[in-house]
Every structure is written in C-alpha cells, then in structure tokens.
C-alpha cells in the first residue's frame, strides 16, 4: 500500500496519541530539562534515563548551576548511565 506524506503523518500521529509514554521531560518547555534529557538519551534506554533525570535537575536545576559544579559530581550523578563523556 502506497499513502501520501500528509497520509503516513496522520498515521505516525495516531500511533504516538495511542502509544505515547509519559515522560518528565516531554511536559515541559524549559530548554535546560529538553537538552539534559537529550543528551542523557543518546544511546540509553528511556526507562533508565527516567531514573535519573529528576535526580539531575533537581541537584543541577539550571545551566548555571550545571557549570558551577566540579565534573565529579556530575558524574556521581550521572552513574548507570553509561557513556560518561556525554556528562562532560
């Protein structure tokens, strides 16, 4: 079967209304809590980003804060995630 482009996005979009996880990061605009999320999902499981996320922001809430504190606890933070340049 064949569909338009307007056809397959009407598709996805009825998929992901029906399908869609909750997510922390998905109900907000706060373009700290969108980047970190980002950066934190490049190559890790959704479900193990979940159990960290809140820990981060709520230590780090802001970019300055982020800045403000010694890469060691970042990473400290950051455990179980793998890929720890990402942290950096």
């Given at each position: 079967m064949i569909v338009s482009c307007k056809e397959?996005?009407?598709?996805?979009?009825?998929?992901?209304?029906?399908?869609?996880?909750?997510?922390?990061?998905?109900?907000?605009?706060?373009?700290?809590?969108?980047f970190i999320s980002e950066v934190m999902l490049q190559q890790t499981q959704a479900s193990r980003v979940e159990q960290k996320f809140s820990q981060l922001v709520k230590a780090l809430p802001d970019f300055n804060a982020l800045a403000d504190v010694p890469f060691a606890f970042v990473l400290a933070l950051w455990k179980g995630l793998g890929y720890n340049r990402r942290a950096k």
């Open positions: 397959f996005k009407t598709i996805i979009s009825k998929f992901y209304d029906f399908h869609k996880r909750q997510f922390v990061w998905r109900d907000t605009d706060n373009p700290y809590y969108i």
